[in-house]
T-cell receptor, first 116, second 111 residues
Framework: DAGVIQSPRHEVTEMGQEVTLRCKPISGHNSLFWYRQTMMRGLELLIYFNNNVPIDDSGMPEDRFSAKMPNASFSTLKIQPSEPRDSAVYFCASSSRTLTGGSEQFFGPGTRLTVL | SQKIEQNSEALNIQEGKTATLTCNYT??????LQWYRQDPGRGPVFLLLIRENEKEKRKERLKVTFDTTLKQSLFHITASQPADSATYLCALEEDGQNFVFGPGTRLSVLP
């Protein structure tokens, strides 16, 4: 298995532009997580899906952020409009997880986003 | 307020010694606690999971303890090697929700 796939690996954009990050989870996994990592705030959970349904989006910073999971093999995280403070590494992770939890997460390589 | 702390931002030890990393939490009731390793420029990699009713878990040179009374987990690497140098993250999970990572400890094993 190729593991969790994220694209692009690096993104540089200007303030105000729309940014779309993509994730392909491991086949057969039923949960998908989006995280953001910065030096100041560490690794923060933004949103997670179980069986393609958003379960908890309380970590999404504000309305500029949105996430979708149209099917079991694809998810997007969109930022519109982007701001310099959104600069971070964004990770996608997947797991075989029940709603009661307790399963390891497999992380992708991350997307390094720079907003100028 | 809720908080997760890991003992120090950085820890240096000599090769062959046992590294002990600490994860303390406040105002959480985790059902599970996990430890991950992260190398520079890469995503975290799962190491061990321990449940609230388990006291200790081992895997090769790794050992994790979980004390829900002290609200603390200890992560040990025995016979440490330079290849163990990385950042180690603890993560709490409360019954399928509220999944939270600690800030991490950067471990350097000196030859």
């Amino acid at each position: 298995d190729a593991g969790v796939i994220q694209s692009p690996r690096h993104e540089v954009t200007e303030m105000g532009q729309e940014v779309t990050l993509r994730c392909k989870p491991i086949s057969g996994h039923n949960s998908l997580f989006w995280y953001r990592q910065t030096m100041m705030r560490g690794l923060e959970l933004l949103i997670y899906f179980n069986n393609n349904v958003p379960i908890d989006d309380s970590g999404m910073p504000e309305d500029r952020f949105s996430a979708k999971m149209p099917n079991a093999s694809f998810s997007t995280l969109k930022i519109q409009p982007s701001e310099p403070r959104d600069s971070a590494v964004y990770f996608c992770a997947s797991s075989s997880r029940t709603l009661t939890g307790g399963s390891e997460q497999f992380f992708g390589p991350g997307t390094r986003l720079t907003v100028l | 307020s809720q908080k997760i702390e890991q003992n120090s931002e950085a820890l240096n030890i000599q090769e062959g010694k046992t590294a002990t990393l600490t994860c303390n939490y406040t105002n959480y009731s985790p059902a599970y606690l996990q430890w991950y390793r992260q190398d520079p420029g890469r995503g975290p990699v799962f190491l061990l999971l321990i449940r609230e009713n388990e006291k200790e878990k081992r895997k090769e040179r790794l050992k994790v303890t979980f004390d829900t009374t002290l609200k603390q987990s200890l992560f040990h690497i025995t016979a440490s090697q330079p290849a163990d140098s990385a950042t180690y993250l603890c993560a709490l999970e409360e019954d399928g929700q509220n999944f939270v990572f600690g800030p991490g400890t950067r471990l350097s094993v000196l030859p």
